[in-house]
């Protein structure tokens, strides 16, 4: 026992004897009360972890805005220091689900990240449900960095690589429809991506049952579910048992991608759900010959709320192609299977989904162990979002391949500061080394996308 | 085949063949058509099922008011019938979680009730983000039966038993004179089950908390290798190793129930969730001498949003005390792996948090097909909660074992729904009623006086 450690034993044991209590859990309760305040006797800093101790940082609100669709968290301290942290696009519907949050949280201290999600955790689930509490605690963390004036991947073990890696897809602005299907429409195509600017070395395309056409072609697929008027509101997904001519589509179509992109980029399938169990093991063995990077979500994936570990298992078994999914998963137990029994081959948990960044550093670590890879999705997560993958993505074991970059709106790029001008060069991002996120609001700038009622967000 | 069956079938053929239709795909896609309806041959009622006609039922409202306590959805349609599904109560913050489904589900004919449900059913989680999509095909249910004219069990399979058992999660649990719960010493839970036991309804089965489930983990002294949680968590916040005053209570505590119970009435715990997996195993073989019904929610339940079939697998594995969990658990997917393993003996969805009555229906047959047993969890659905457990329960396997009876709450809640029978409960069962839909109505009149002034539109 180090000598200040001894000294805190001491101390703490006379003031077990002063006080006239024997059970920690009495202590526990008087520490967090008004009374062990009046004592006389100044809290120990080994009970600074306990309870919040007079002085100490403490969440003074936990407000939401939608900024550009997007809910963006704010935790404000009585300090001054706010943390943020931002949810995928398009969903102005979580805004009173991120609230619901906030009466767990006031007064609690935010730098003591895990206690504070201890109270919150619970209550989430798959995605969509588990991103509020995703993105509270990336504002935790974005606050705990501010406040010891550090980086956050320094209070997540430290860095082990100076730049992360990304790739492309749906979010990037790097997705070019294919104009036809000859060689010459291929190759096209592939130039456009090659010379988008970012320099990916792997881009993700979406395709079959998670594309827009292939899965509406009548020779598709023998999926015949009635659509109603307003498909468009429509959550029920397209899945069925596949035809010889979809499979067809679905291979002639990566033919050409692959031929065109040639060695030089790797090309991963965002490929469901929606295949039925042994038409998603056809479909892996048919594209084995194609060198595909990863096949994404055959079974489960966006929206679904549950694993079917044991269908996957049979699925990664079968074939050579390195089969992923993840993106709609909620916490380290519900990846335990996929993981313990090898039944997946890359995981691509979001931190805005899945329980926040030290859940998937934690994960990512588990998934190491068994030798299972990791690409964190993210194509929708916005700019603090990117910033939160960079401070991760940073200290993630060798078993990391990339995550998914996300593209705002040009007006986001004003009113965000602290992001690196190029973000992306050869499809790398420097971690940069500014304290929390490292980057935050234009107050003045921001507030002009604020709606009526979010008119207080920055205040 | 009965005549009227046949005649359905020649005018069937007769039609397809006037079309000139040759397959069965062809054929519904025009009876959802105009032209199907210019032609002049009536839409054959057989096919009424199959797409929305014109002048078919729909959906033309979904509105949620806090009553009591309670999110209560109402789906209102085109033809003045109205659904109604209840989640638990003291959550109104489900209000806006509820109202999101809306839009998906206005248009759409509400008595293809899985039409509906594939719609939205996805987009829910484990308890509590599963209560509204659950709450909205009870409403769903309650329309396609009045529409029918048929009570809900006759939609789901028709009922094997008249009368379905319920037990006791907390009717009289309370002691009246104690402003907090029930005690933790072993005379309290003596006297609570007495009460319990001498509940008008006779209850044949009485379910207590204990341990991280009931109030030990916060205040019995030495309970467990842990700092108990402060008051601003969620419910069951404490979890830990357990010591071994802390295992000497519980046993205590169970011993003095089945005194009072003896073997007339039988006891189930409600355990945790919150104890470590070896702890759960100890526990359980140490109340083995007690003939326990179940022994509920010891490593997950409430509010985990995660099953941990393999860690269930070993506790189930390992003692004669049948182990039960499930009510936090979201869509028989998320069932699967603990019943196809064995991995429990019993499981208590709950029909508001599980996707509801068709859901829970199918899982209780599922569940069958192991020899798992079904005690649904519900003490806190309500009355119209009730009234969706009875219809639903009335169709399950011979794995029923009872559902979880909820109680009115405020007492209120009496006054303002009718169709329950009087009393509700005779010997620890109610009776299965045949009135269509779910079989409860509101009193609107007596119903307005309750509605809060955002919701006072709710039942106009």
Request: with cysteine; hydrophobic share 40%.
């Amino acid at each position: 026992m180090a000598k200040t450690e001894n000294n805190f034993a001491i101390q703490r044991r006379n003031t077990i004897k002063m006080l006239g209590i024997g059970s920690a859990s009495g202590l526990l309760g008087l520490f967090g009360s008004n009374a062990a305040h009046a004592a006389t006797y100044e809290v120990p800093s080994y009970a600074n972890g306990m309870a919040p101790a007079k002085g100490a940082l403490t969440i003074t609100d936990l407000k939401c805005a939608i900024i550009g669709g997007s809910p963006v968290v704010r935790i404000t301290t009585n300090e001054g220091i706010s943390g943020y942290g931002q949810a995928e696009s398009a969903k102005p519907y979580l805004k009173p689900f991120v609230l619901f949050y906030k009466d767990y949280l006031i007064g609690e201290d935010p730098t003591n990240v895990e206690r504070v999600m201890m109270k919150i955790r619970r209550m989430g689930s798959f995605k969509p449900w588990g991103s509020a509490v995703s993105i509270i605690e990336t504002a935790l963390w974005d606050i705990a960095g501010k406040a010891a004036n550090l980086p956050i991947y320094k209070l997540l073990g430290g860095k082990v690589r100076d730049q992360v890696r990304c790739y492309g897809s749906y979010g990037t602005g790097i997705r070019f429809a294919v104009e036809g299907k000859t060689p010459q429409h291929y190759r096209d195509w592939a130039e456009k991506v090659k010379s988008s600017g970012y320099g990916f070395e792997i881009i993700k395309e979406n395709i079959a049952f998670h594309g827009n056409s292939m899965k509406t072609d009548p020779n598709y697929s023998y999926e015949n579910l009635s659509r109603s008027s307003n498909s468009k509101r429509d959550y029920s997904y397209y899945r069925g048992p596949m035809k010889i001519t979809g499979y067809k589509m679905v291979v002639d179509h990566v033919e050409g991608m692959r031929t065109a992109l040639g060695d030089d980029i790797d090309l991963g399938l965002d490929i469901g759900p929606g295949f039925m169990l042994s038409d998603a093991i056809k479909m892996a063995n048919l594209l084995e010959p194609y060198n595909i990077c990863w096949l994404e979500d055959m079974l489960t994936g966006d929206y679904t709320p549950y694993v079917t570990a044991d269908d996957y298992l049979q699925l990664t078994e079968s074939t050579t192609v390195p089969i992923f999914t993840g993106e709609q998963i909620y916490l380290r137990q519900n990846f335990r299977e996929l993981i313990d029994r090898h039944a997946i081959d890359i995981l691509g948990p979001d931190p805005a989904d899945m329980g926040g960044i030290s859940e998937l550093k934690w994960v990512a670590q588990h998934a190491d162990l068994y030798g299972i890879k990791i690409a964190p999705h993210g194509t929708f997560n916005g700019l603090l979002g990117l910033a939160a993958q960079v401070q991760v993505g940073a200290t993630m074991p060798e078993n990391f391949i990339a995550f998914e970059y996300t593209k705002a709106a040009p007006w986001w790029y004003d009113i965000i500061t602290g992001l690196p001008d190029p973000i992306v060069k050869d499809g790398l991002i420097d971690v940069w080394d500014r304290p929390g996120l490292g980057v935050d609001f234009i107050v003045k700038e921001a507030k002009k996308y604020l709606s009526e009622e979010d008119k207080n967000f920055f205040d | 085949m009965s005549k009227a069956e046949n005649n359905f079938a020649i005018q069937r053929r007769n039609t397809i063949k006037m079309l000139g239709v040759g397959s069965a795909s062809g054929l519904l896609y025009l009876f959802g058509s105009n032209a199907a309806h210019a032609a002049p041959y009536e839409v054959p009622s057989y096919a009424k099922g199959m797409a929305p006609a014109k002048g078919a039922l729909t959906i033309t409202d979904l509105k949620c008011a806090i009553i009591g306590g309670s999110p209560v959805v109402r789906i209102t349609t085109n033809e003045g019938i109205s659904g109604y599904g209840q989640a638990e109560t003291s959550k109104n913050y489900l209000k806006p979680f509820v109202l999101f489904y809306k839009d998906y589900l206005i248009g759409e004919d509400p008595t293809n009730v899985e039409r509906c449900m594939m719609k939205i059913r996805r987009m829910g989680g484990f308890k509590p983000w599963g209560s509204a999509v659950s709450a909205i095909e009870m409403a769903l249910w309650d329309i396609a039966g009045k529409a029918a004219g048929l009570p809900v069990y006759k939609l789901l399979g028709g009922k094997v038993r008249d009368r379905v058992r319920i037990y006791n999660g907390g009717v009289e649990r309370r002691n009246p004179l104690r402003a907090s719960a029930t005690g933790i010493e072993p005379e309290d839970y003596a006297e609570t089950v007495s009460r319990m036991k001498a509940a008008k309804e006779k209850f044949t089965i009485i379910k207590m908390a204990i341990g991280f489930h009931s109030s030990m983990g916060a205040n019995a002294p030495n309970f467990f290798y842990g700092d108990p949680a402060g008051p601003k968590n969620p419910p069951h916040a404490n979890r830990g190793p357990l010591t071994e005053q802390g295992l000497k209570r519980i046993v205590a505590c169970v011993e003095a129930m089945k005194k009072v119970l003896g073997d007339e009435i039988g006891l189930a715990l409600d355990c945790g969730p919150g104890l470590m997996l070896s702890d759960a195993i100890r526990l359980a073989k140490t109340l083995e001498p007690y003939n326990l019904m179940w022994m509920e929610d010891m490593l997950t339940g409430d509010y985990r949003p995660y099953v941990m079939a393999d860690d269930y697998l070993e506790l189930t594995r390992s003692t004669t005390v049948p182990i039960h969990t499930g009510e936090q658990i979201y869509l028989r997917q998320n069932f699967r792996e603990l019943i196809e393993k064995n991995a429990i003996r019993v499981i208590g969805p709950d029909v508001a948090d599980v996707g509801g009555l068709a859901e829970i229906k199918w899982i209780a047959e599922f569940a069958d097909l192991h020899g798992i047993q079904m005690a649904p969890h519900g003490i806190f659905d309500g009355l119209i909660g009730n009234a969706a457990q009875v219809q639903v329960c009335a169709t399950m396997p011979q794995n029923f074992i009872a559902f979880e009876y909820s109680v009115g709450n405020p007492s209120w809640w009496y006054d303002i729904i009718e169709g329950l029978p009087d009393p509700i409960v005779k010997n620890g069962h109610i009776e299965v009623w045949d009135r269509p839909g779910l079989g409860v109505e509101f009193n609107v009149k007596a119903a307005k006086q309750y509605l809060a002034a955002e919701d006072k539109n709710f039942f106009d």
